[in-house]
DNA sequence: CTGTTAGCGCGTTCAG
DNA sequence: CTGAACGCGCTAACAG
């Protein structure tokens, strides 16, 4: 800076006016200043920037897993935003594990980021450790347990409950589902606690599925682990009961995957035999063969108004009554050619 | 800190000795301050740290296009050897912009960053503003035209060799290909100055046709631009020829997607009248129908083998006359149901 | 072993 | 508008 400062002549403090567009500088100061970082190939130091200002224009970011594509997604809407707002973004992928997920955490923030973007494997320690202390949070796609704060999630129930009903509308009876991490005995009693989507996308099946009066047989109700291999276990217990269900329901697009393995390989015709109705949708949802009727989530937009509330909060710290906003995106159903009538 | 040295009755020199496990602390001292470190709830400050070590352990990365699975993945290589040797990423999406991709680079030099890693979208910039002034770059995926400097990359040319070896084996003659941004007319001239991933897996196919002395007709040279609707047109184009191809390369995952859109539309069987092979592999490959036989790059591998020669470069300065190291690593062909013998 | 002190590079004052 | 001086929180060198 000091050389920057010498080369076009001026002192330091014109140096930093003008870097920071602040204060009046003469226009000839000015672009004499300008000329003398490009030649010197001068980069303001965000370090002790960030030292004296006490903020680094860095925020943090952590996802369950990188490779999901619905979080790449996510990822590319915040890169977005940030970039518009002039935010970096550190990312950490939290491999689905809460311990990974805290040490990330602790990590983000000794690099003193202004705020954290998170999807939280972790239920519990996030909000306790973060949202305590009022540092700027916002949750996406899941939220704690008993959250209170910021967050922007898709309406899963809402989107569920459309969706089945569409399968419901076109004929279907016979309707299984494949998810993960709900019990069967839990349906019996009445509405789900819908406080994740995995929950929430259940409560919206069975929502669904009641209201018609259509009876969920335990078989139907499938345990996927939100995995290929575990859509494609579940595919195949499915397609080999005596009473087989002319649709499935699949709550993430990895267990589709597997389902529509098992389906290509036992050589049952979707959607003549059985209807698929998936959840997310990519590109390849659209190029499968038969092309997949998915639930479609606003990932992208997702990531942006998450961003957009966050670098608010750090902009202009909440009042201290504030109750937090929560942004809810609707879902959308796009019905391609993996469903139809059942024949039947 | 100064209030934990004050609290713990020592001076800050001790509290940093123990708070870096530097020099020797008396042990009676050493509980004092953690001890008054914790009831403060203090935690050192990473900024001020980076000021003074002139290092921040944090690594920038630049990619194309973070929804590229491919790239995902290269992430997830990246941040697991990252986070296995203590440096945190700023992700960048240069979304195939040069321009962004320059401002991108510059804004991590601001936050300076330890080092970067590439896949340039810009073939010239990159190399210049940082290499020249032996700043720790490796790049990845792609490399820059007349590159000097580490790097990490596939073996392009080799594998679609093979790849297109194979499809010969099978007895196939009339072969396709949809590429992008290459002229036709550089086909006729000898071997493609292989400098990037594009380049060489055309050059792949060439060579491999042409060493079977098999005709490459203009229009079985089709570009598509890396997009899915480019795919979608040239599988168009080619399955209306008169005399249509029974195997075809796509040299990208996208454009794959696009050509099997335009296969199931047609009703064309493949691979009974027509062989598919792709570039690139993911979990939908094998899900598809038919299941895709694709060229599988290491992509897991190439992040954090490019981490793990940045770190290297980073922490110990490359000697004066070093010429960098390229890695190579070598992908595998996936033999799947999409591809067979010709029937005609 | 421990205390003291001089910067790291910048933004901000404040008196010219 | 300028220039000098101070401090952000920390580490390293040196003196005790």
Same mark, same amino acid.
């Given at each position: ?40 190939? =001068? ?7 960030? !030292?004296?200002? %006490?903020?680094?224009? #860095? @925020?943090?970011?952590? $996802? ?96 569920? =409950? ?7 509308? !076109?004929?279907? %009876?016979?309707?299984? #589902? @494949?998810?993960?991490? $709900? ?162």
């Amino acid at each position: 800076m000091i050389d920057v400062a010498r080369l076009a002549d001026v002192s330091v403090g014109t140096v930093s006016a003008v870097v920071n567009d602040k204060g009046a500088v003469r226009p000839r100061l000015r672009t004499r200043v300008l000329e003398a970082m490009e030649s010197l190939d =001068y980069h303001p130091n965000q370090i002790a920037r960030s !030292l004296k200002l %006490r903020h680094t224009h #860095i @925020i943090g970011m952590v $996802v369950p897993d990188v490779a999901n594509p619905f979080f790449t997604s996510v990822i590319r809407g915040v890169e977005i935003e940030g970039g518009r707002r002039g935010y970096s973004v550190i990312l950490c992928d939290a491999n689905n594990d809460a311990e990974i997920e805290r040490r990330q955490l602790s990590i983000l923030f000794s690099h003193r980021v202004d705020g954290v973007l998170i999807s939280s494997s972790n239920y519990h320690a996030a909000e306790d450790r973060l949202t305590r202390r009022r540092f700027p949070i916002v949750f996406f796609d899941r939220t704690p347990f008993g959250f209170r704060g910021d967050a922007v999630l898709t309406d899963n129930l809402m989107a569920c =409950y459309r969706a089945v009903r569409y399968l419901i509308g !076109l004929g279907h %009876r016979r309707i299984a #589902i @494949i998810s993960a991490g $709900v019990d069967y005995s839990m349906l019996a009693g009445g509405p789900l606690p819908a406080t994740g989507p995995r929950a929430a996308r259940i409560e919206g099946y069975r929502k669904a599925m009641q209201e018609a009066g259509l009876p969920i047989p335990a078989p139907y109700f499938q345990q996927g682990d939100f995995t290929l291999a575990g859509g494609y276990k579940c595919g195949l217990e499915l397609l080999q009961l005596a009473d087989p269900p002319t649709a499935v329901f699949s709550c993430n697009n990895l267990m589709t995957l597997g389902l529509m393995r098992a389906i290509t390989e036992r050589q049952v015709a979707c959607p003549g035999q059985i209807s698929v109705l998936g959840f997310d949708d990519f590109d390849w949802s659209a190029s499968f063969n038969p092309p997949l009727t998915t639930v479609a989530q606003q990932s992208l937009e997702m990531g942006r108004k998450a961003m957009e509330v966050l670098v608010q909060r750090v902009e202009s710290p909440v009042p201290e009554d504030e109750q937090g906003q929560v942004i809810t995106l609707e879902a959308e159903l796009r019905v391609r050619g993996s469903t139809c009538p059942p024949c039947s």
